[in-house]
């Protein structure tokens, strides 16, 4: 594939504005549209402008048949400088259609103009339709007035957001992966956050995952689960679980009885049992010995504790991300397991057993293997919960190389596999390429070293590190070398075209799998010749209409756009019209954010395409990740927090305007203080109905608690009744109610236990927490025998007034700590003394075996041995020792 910068103009002339002169008629109900036999080339040297005017403010729809010359394309539609619709996907070679709302908002008259990537199309018929009583969402983004941090990094699934403290409105956890911390936020009520004075991180590269949050023990406030992952299945993990004591996180994983975990991936609250309090699913990825079960499944005995049960047949499903959701209304928590394995629905039976109900997908469902995220809506108002079906290709990833070439802006983005292989490709430039966006997760010991560039034929090495930028000349690399076997990247000048124009071979090398994922940029360049087969990252999503439980494939009749690689969905009614909306989240380009696609529900039972929402950072950093919508500051609009794959979180306020709305709070049950998940609420007016389940608007792998139940009324200012009904079976019942309010059930009132610390306290008896080992001198100047057996011995003190807990210490715990560098561990010798558990003060001991250790002198360079103890006590406190740079002899 060849991709260059054609020499063509981009003006048309051909296109005739049927109507254009017939002024002063009234645009409701009539079409405009170009002449059948019209065509344009689009190429992607240049903007490409037709003679097609939007006559005035307002909104259309713009609808277009398509010829595709390459294998795929992507197409930005402009007035002017205004963009119209950002990224519309044309997944094939050949014939494509496309639709799309756009609002004008110019005061002044101005053609449609188009630019095009990856391919030149033909558009052959382009037609244009005013749209009436279609009120479109507005947003704005308000993440740093909001007070969230703004930092770049990498994603895990989407957010959790749950009204944590019980205050009535909504907190949340941004997740981040590893080098980012995971963060809980406070909303303070006045459109603004506090971040919670611990990360969610423990350590530096904490391999966090998914959350959810939910009141473990029924005493008023959401306890959290973060999961992590687990060393690609050599290495298990359990989640960390704290217990909310008024807003102080204690981890408690080993107390509660959480003791077996394994890939983590995400966690979700369910009752399985329906005996009203919430039990525990941990959702792992398959490891790679394939060792059964996959999924744990925890019961809640009611005591404070959790007891692993096996689930036949839905714990040994292989994919890893879940929906849980409702399909049959009987208010048993159904789950659909997803992913990169083929889907499953298993619907609850309330005795913690799960029928395998697959069937009930259509066989096009079944083959999916690329689905990356579910959300369950209701989307024509019949009181079911439909599927919307996001599908995508993860990171960008596929069998292939992904490039992206902008001829416009002379950018090339390359996204190659990070294993073993070598990509090769030609450019052409007309000076010097700059080399940017360098970034790269690397594995097999390759981590913290440099992937190096080699210039010309001498293979003289530039070193760049991630996030560097160096620009290359053509004087820099002139020649290529005949021996390319080292890892790393040459670029060479081989000679110039007939133009005058720099021709350069490039080469990326990779011996051994060395990066899960790997990528740059290069600006500067005027074709680009790959020599190997393009990534299509096209995929196309899929809605399922729920018919009595068995799901049907409507993505053509509701206008579900075809092609995309989406990441991401949520739902809720963003223009508060009584219609449920979604929210795609589109990885998009390599090098920058794209828009996200908002499908707008309309009256005539199908959904509208819209990119001028304005809940999106396009050029920004990052790709498309996950969201939920949620009522962010209680005013009736549904706003978004969104995070990018490799970019921000953002916080985006709706401002919508028009449009009724009620807000339904949803507290514990009355009679039986059953909390809020899985409840019903159903909403009736004069002519209408509504029904909403409480829980997530989307998930993948974290899990959010949505009892403010928002619901669009349109025009509607009166509702006749609302109806709540808990999982137990309880109701409660609301009569004549107001629109444009936020009414909650009968809120229970908590008598929390607080821990009266002994009159020591008055006399300023008090010992802070500690512990120390008995020879830690001896420890520091003598050091460590190989083969020796040695006695560990420490004192400790939980604190006045507190104990020693498990947590995931499972007790004191000593550690000999082997480092390749701060703080990067290569091996840990791990000993557990139980016996002080729940004390508040004592001794512990334990025989550390120096068998087979390497010694100090025989390490390799900056390696060091840390000895090291440690336990949590019961205020949430990690207390720990070290001895640092402890000699092991011979």
């Known amino acids: 594939m060849i991709v260059k910068t054609p020499n063509i103009t981009g003006k048309i002339s051909r296109f005739v504005l049927l109507g254009s002169l017939l002024s002063g008629l009234t645009l409701a109900g009539c079409q405009i549209q170009t002449s059948s036999d019209a065509q344009v080339t689009v190429v992607q040297s240049s903007r490409t402008t037709t003679s097609v005017s939007v006559p005035s403010t307002g909104v259309y729809r713009l609808q277009a048949e398509v010829n595709v010359n390459g294998d795929y394309a992507v197409l ?7 963009l119209l619709a950002n990224n519309i996907n044309f997944p094939r070679s050949g014939k494509n259609q496309f639709n799309t709302l756009i609002q004008y908002t110019l005061p002044t008259e101005h053609p449609i103009s188009f630019e095009v990537k ?4 033909e558009i052959t018929q382009l037609t244009l339709t005013p749209v009436e009583n279609l009120n479109l969402p507005h947003f704005t983004d308000i993440s740093e007035r909001a007070g969230i941090d703004k930092v770049s990094s990498i994603k895990y699934g989407g957010p959790t957001v749950a009204d944590i403290d019980m205050d009535g409105d909504y907190d949340f956890i941004v997740n981040n992966h590893n080098a980012e911390s995971s963060k809980l936020y406070w909303n303070n009520g006045d459109g603004t956050v506090s971040k919670h004075q611990t990360n969610l991180a423990r350590w530096f590269m904490h391999d966090l995952h998914g959350t959810a949050a939910g009141d473990f023990d029924n005493d008023g406030d959401l306890d959290l689960v973060v999961t992590m992952g687990g060393g690609n299945g050599n290495n298990p993990s359990k989640a960390n679980f704290y217990l909310n004591d008024n807003g102080n996180f204690v981890l408690y994983t080993g107390d509660v009885g959480i003791n077996k975990g394994g890939r983590g991936r995400g966690a979700r609250w369910i009752d399985a049992d329906l005996d009203g309090d919430l039990d525990l699913l941990l959702h792992n990825e398959a490891s790679l010995t394939k060792s059964k079960p996959q999924q744990y499944f925890y019961k809640n005995l009611g005591n404070g504790t959790f007891e692993l049960v096996n689930v036949k047949g839905l714990q040994d499903v292989e994919p890893s991300r879940v929906l849980v959701t409702d399909i049959n209304q009987d208010q048993i928590d159904d789950i659909i397991f997803y992913g990169h394995h083929k889907p499953s629905i298993w619907q609850g039976n309330g005795d913690f057993t799960y029928t395998d109900v697959s069937q009930q997908f259509p066989d096009s ?6 689905i990356m995220a579910m959300v369950d809506v209701d989307i024509d108002n019949d009181g079911d919960l439909d599927l919307y079906v996001a599908r995508g290709k993860e990171f960008g990833l596929g069998d292939n190389v992904s490039m992206d070439f902008d001829a416009m802006s002379g950018e090339l983005d390359l996204k190659p596999r990070g294993n073993k292989g070598q990509e090769n490709l030609m450019l052409v430039s007309s000076d010097s390429i700059k080399f940017h966006k360098f970034h790269y997760q690397a594995q097999l010991g390759y981590r913290n070293k440099i992937y190096p560039m080699f210039l010309g034929k001498n293979k003289t090495l530039r070193e760049v590190t991630q996030g560097q930028e160096t620009t290359i000349a053509p004087s ?3 020649g290529f070398p005949s021996d390319i076997s080292q890892n790393g990247m040459y670029f060479g000048v081989t000679g110039t075209n007939t133009q005058g124009e720099h021709i350069w071979q490039v080469a990326l090398v990779r011996n051994d799998n060395i990066f899960w994922g790997f990528g740059f940029s290069l600006h500067g360049v005027s074709s ?17 209409e729920n018919h009595n439980g068995y799901f049907v494939d409507v993505s053509t009749k509701w206008n579900i756009p075809k092609g995309g690689n ?10 508060n019209d009584g219609r449920q909306d979604l929210l795609v989240y589109r990885w998009g380009r390599i090098g920058k954010r794209i828009a996200d696609l908002m499908l707008v529900n309309n009256q005539n039972k199908s959904f509208e395409s819209y990119t001028q929402h304005g809940a999106n950072d396009i050029g920004g950093p990052g790709n498309g990740d996950m969201g939920q919508a949620f009522d962010f500051d209680l005013d009736g609009k549904l706003d978004v927090l969104s995070g990018s794959e490799g970019g921000q979180w953002y916080v985006y306020k709706n401002n919508t305007d028009l449009g009724n709305h009620l807000t339904v709070r949803v507290g514990y049950s009355p009679m039986s203080n059953v909390d809020a998940y899985g409840a019903q609420v159903e909403l009736f007016t004069a002519n209408k109905s509504y029904k909403q389940r409480v829980g997530s608007a989307g998930e993948v792998f974290s899990q959010s608690l949505l009892n403010n139940v928002h619901f669009g009324l349109g025009e509607q200012t009166n509702v006749q009744s609302v109806k709540v009904t808990w999982r137990n079976g309880e109701i409660f019942e609301f009569k004549n109610v107001a629109a444009n309010n936020l009414i909650e059930t009968p809120q229970t009132k908590w008598f929390k236990k607080t821990k009266q610390v002994k009159k020591e306290l008055e006399k300023g008896i008090v010992t802070k927490p500690y512990i120390r080992f008995v020879d830690e001198e001896k420890f520091s100047t003598q050091g460590l025998k190989v083969g020796s057996q040695v006695s560990l011995n420490a004192e400790f003190h939980a604190g006045t007034g507190n104990k020693v807990i498990a947590a995931d210490e499972g007790g004191i715990r000593f550690w000999l700590r082997h480092f390749k560098y701060k703080w990067i561990p290569a091996k840990d010798i791990k000993l ?4 002080p558990l729940y004390s508040e003060s004592g001794n512990a001991s334990a025989t550390l075996s120096l068998t087979g250790v390497t010694p ?3 390490l390799p360079e900056g390696h060091f041995y840390q000895l090291r103890a440690s336990f949590m006590n019961s205020r949430g406190e990690m207390i720990d020792t070290t001895i640092d740079n402890v000699k092991v002899f011979e």
């Open 856 to 858: 100090s002198n025989q």
């Open 832 to 835: 557990i003394d139980e016996m």
């Open 76 to 82: 930005d539609v402009y007035a002017g400088n205004l």
């Open 476 to 478: 820099d690399a002139l």
């Open 365 to 370: 469902i079944m083959k999916f293997n690329n």
């Open 566 to 575: 989406s990441l991401g969905v949520t739902r809720g009614d963003f223009n």
């Open 118 to 121: 990856d391919s030149d199309i």
């Open 528 to 544: 680009v010749t790959p020599e190997f087969k393009l990534e299509n990252r096209n995929s196309s999503d899929v809605l399922l």
